[in-house]
């Protein structure tokens, strides 16, 4: 909401400067964004009249312009073409200074002397969304003369500042500019001065020439109608038209600008028909007719549905009432005479019908945040009191007020110790009563220790006791509001267990070398389509948004898989070398056969790497996890039919008969779809589970006091038998002697038969309670190593 | 004899000053010390010595095997010394070089952020609480006293999943939800993702992070929440940094407030940081509306409460001057070492 302080001034004495005003309705309410000076650094700019236009002999672009500025006249080189002999202009004379540090000079333009400038409301700092359109790219063609000579601010007030407040959505009052005076007059304590209202009527009666009947109860709470005559359309005084355009409203002309100056002064937005369109001279205000097409003053064809409140004649729509006027009925230049409309509509319909055009208009956007239906009235006579008092038109005699049964006036009962107690406040009910007079709020204090407070019409947020407390504690000052701690028992804060296990392996992951990367909760479908997921796995049942972004964002994810890739590929494209990197976050699986549900969310983790390591680079993160959670007892079992990898490198990792998540290089197949052209490893863990195998309470076991004896063996074997057959051997008869096996070599090539591999292991033995003799450990080892050679058909090497 | 004793001990002084290798140490204490050494020789002739002169030149004999033996090891000793010199001489390496990085991984500057926040309020006694981010269309909006016709519930601002199911678009709903579940007292926060129909650039996401924190307890103030704050914001932003509480509206709390920190950057003095202005803003928060405390099943005659939230991508990209909020989900490997 922008609103220009001399404006503002008008309805409320303001004694401070206005960052001093700025700063107090910031901390009554009214957020200020920005306060912006306007007409600023304008030095020697006069009235001028163009008396001749004559051609440039060395330049077809231009023309040379004798201007009278009263005492004396100049020639202007100029390139404007929107300019005719008897305009007013503002000349910026030999010297003069203009907004953006120009000065003017006099010189020679190709040739020619030019001793001054002829200027555009663009050069004079005037936004280009507020110039008048025909003026946009031309000189400021001004709308009467104008003392010649003049200094241009001295006739027309260009100097002022805006203040831009941000309005809270519970405050539609505060759009107009006596709204905000009424917010000034409380916050500083000063006297809100309203408009004086007297409209000079002429004789004939309104309702003559116009009937109203209201048949669209629903949308239409009240309607009124008044009719001005002989309009002369013209452009709005320069007054009228720097508010307006100060406030951010193009000016039009003098019967549009007051309309649009009403509604900002007021709050209530005004609509005039040109009134030789209305048929039958009524205006019929009706639900609309489903099929219906309309075409709105914009030139667009609307289509119109049953729950719109139309504003019709006897035969016609004319309007789409609260939202936007049609173009047939819309004041032009030729209009004679106009019926002016102010009314109060429904804002849910409004609201509604906006929302089914995709059509919002500053009068829907007002109408659906609800105005004050008292304001209908005044509006209208104000209007026509300006339209009277700016001679663009004769206004008939009374209105025609088609008003029905309103709301009751509010009264609400608050207690003043209730406020007290909610704001750590002790006001006395005198200064509760105090502050809630000065926003207009009604007050009658009841011997039952409470007030009852009636509410005026403009406010229509106050409802119960809170909004009287919070309007207590902005006009006496949150800043004044002693700070004091909640004398609460104290509890320890803290996470949960599942909240720690998650920061822990965080922690661990990112000590490993990992970095957390953050995706979307919401996927592409495709996702699945390029790890080559199945067409009918269950990975496929999405959460589905109704409305999404786009096609990329309009599922909830079922695994990290292919945002970790997305991601990977994004690094690989921007050449970034080696990549480690785990996202925990959620996946999304719908309640089997009941959409109405929330689906179940639950923790994944993904883990990826491409660049420096392979897979056992990622198995070995996974094992350094799972120990740090103090996770045992799971298995690796070989997977070679996960379309994701690759079939000969991927394993799941199983507990008991859980899966607890897959892990291996990224099928070749996956990696052409991302586009990366190395190989590429993944991991995705089901953390619920993880969660629950997860144990941190950790037991001291008593150092080793006596020695241990290691033993070392190689064997040679056929190279599909895996490790992990080996090492169930060397676990099954290891025994309690048996401390820790641990694989040191593996090799293939020279000296190794074509399809066999070598490992080797060390194995560790100790008992706890004495020292061990070479022959109790050469037996257990022999056993081993027997049972390796029998049932695996190994060699020892020797 | 005494005379011959002395002759030898300067023999093996003369011996061992020009021993220059551990080698001749060992034989010149072999020639002169070991069983068939020169001193044993000469102490043969012992026995042809008067009792008298027995004790004598057996301590004279002592005193030359004791001087012979200290020499040597101080001549080894020199000599190990000297190798130990010319060892480190030739062992010098130019400590200018790089050093051998260990990779350390960093958790995401979202997830940092929210790791201070949590620190700083389970200090101040709070527990963390989650919730989901497909909530119900109750939770997220007519619980929170959402009018019914708020243009926030619009599918141009929210997504929808059904007409009952929306993503969050706060985190406020695990209000609610946390007074379901708990008894009075409540100290909560609770930090999580949030969605809003918004065409990514470089201040809006359609994915982002909030971090709410709610109190609910008997006799609970806005003074209440004004100290909370206060103590909150100076242990995260700075024991100088002030604070200001502005009115403001939210549908979920009456009275309600918007806090400003004064500007991270110039300490309130006004820079392009803070556009000038001298104080950043930094949450909303307010006194729990009666309404919603009473849809948590909490009496509000009986209970009062305060809430707060703010957003965590803002904030993050505020500390480290983050200019566009899609870098925190492209995970550039590059951008997420920095922090």
Known sequence: MLVPVKWLKEYVDIDIDTKELADKMTMSGSNVEAIEEVGKDIEGVVIGKILEINTHPNADKLVIVKVDIGERQLQIVTGADNINVGDYVPVAVDGAKLPGNVKIKKGKLRGEVSEGMLCSQDELNISKSVIPVEQRDGIWILEKPYPLGKNLLEVIELEDEVIEFEITSNRPDCLSMIGMAREVAATINSKLKYPEIVVKESEKNSSDEIKVVIEDTKGCKRYIARVIEDVKIEPSPQWMQRRLANAGVRPINNIVDITNYVMLEYGQPLHAFDADYIEGNTIVVKAGKSGEVFKTLDGVNRNIKDNMTMICDINKPLAIGGVMGGEESEVTSKTKKIVLESAYFDPESIRLTSKQLGLRTEASSRFEKGLDVNATKIAADRACQLIEELGAGKVLKDAVDVNLPQKKEEHINIRPDRINKILGLELTYEEIGDILNKLEIEVKYNSDNTIDVIVPSHRVDLENEADFAEEVARIYGYDRIPSTMATTDIVAGAKTNAQNIEDMTKDTLTAMGLNEILTYSFVSPKGLDKIRISENSIKRNYVKLLNPLGDETSVMRTTLIPNLLEVMTRNFNRKVESFKAFELGRIFIPKVDSTDQLPHELLNLVIGIYGDGDFFTLKGIIEGLFKKLGIKGHTYEVEKHHPTFHPGRCGNIIYEDHIIGTLGEIHPKVMENYDITTRAYCAELDFELILQLTRLDSTYVPLPKYPAISRDFAIVLKDDILVKEIEDIIVANGGDLLEEYKLFDYYKGDQIPEGHKSIAYALTYRHRERTLKDEEVNAVHEKIINGIQTKLGASLRE | ?339
């Open chain 2, 1 to 339: 004899m005494e005379k011959k004793l002395r002759e030898l001990l300067e023999n093996a002084k003369t011996e061992i000053d020009l021993a220059d290798s551990m080698d001749i140490l060992e034989s010149t204490r072999v020639k002169y010390l070991g069983k068939k050494g020169e001193l044993t020789q000469i102490l043969r002739g012992m026995g042809s010595l008067s009792p008298e002169e027995r004790p004598v030149v057996g301590k004279v004999a002592n005193e030359v095997r004791e001087t012979i033996q200290v020499l040597i090891e101080n001549a080894k000793a020199a000599i190990r010394d000297r190798a130990l010199e010319r060892q480190l001489e030739s062992e010098v390496i130019d400590i200018t070089m790089p050093g051998k990085e260990i990779e350390l991984g960093n958790k995401h500057p979202l997830t940092q952020s929210f790791d201070e926040l949590k620190n700083i309020f389970i200090g101040m006694g709070f527990k963390i609480a989650e919730g989901p981010e497909v909530e119900t269309v109750y939770y997220n909006f007519d619980a929170l006293n959402a009018p019914a016709n708020h243009p926030s519930r619009d599918m141009s601002d929210t997504f929808y999943i059904n007409d009952d199911i929306v993503l969050r678009t706060q985190t406020s709903p695990v209000q609610v939800r946390a007074m379901e579940k708990m008894k009075p007292p409540i100290r909560i926060i609770s930090p999580g993702r949030c969605f809003r129909n918004d065409t990514p650039d470089a201040t809006h996401s359609p994915m982002f992070h909030q971090l709410e924190g709610l109190v609910i307890d008997k006799g609970i103030t806005l003074g209440d929440l004004k100290g909370t704050l206060e103590v909150f914001v100076k242990a995260f932003l700075g024991e100088n940094t002030k604070i200001k509480f502005r009115p403001h509206y939210f549908p979920f709390t009456e009275p309600s407030a918007e806090v400003d920190a004064s500007c991270f950057k110039c300490g309130g003095v006004g820079c392009n940081f803070c556009k000038g202005s001298g104080w950043i803003e930094l949450l909303g928060a307010g006194m729990v509306h009666p309404n919603v405390l009473r849809n948590g099943g909490i009496d509000p005659e009986e209970y009062g409460g305060f809430a707060f939230g703010m957003g965590i991508d803002r904030l993050t990209m505020l500390k480290y001057g983050i200019d566009d909020i899609r870098l925190f989900f492209e995970n550039d490997m590059r951008f997420l070492k920095q922090f």
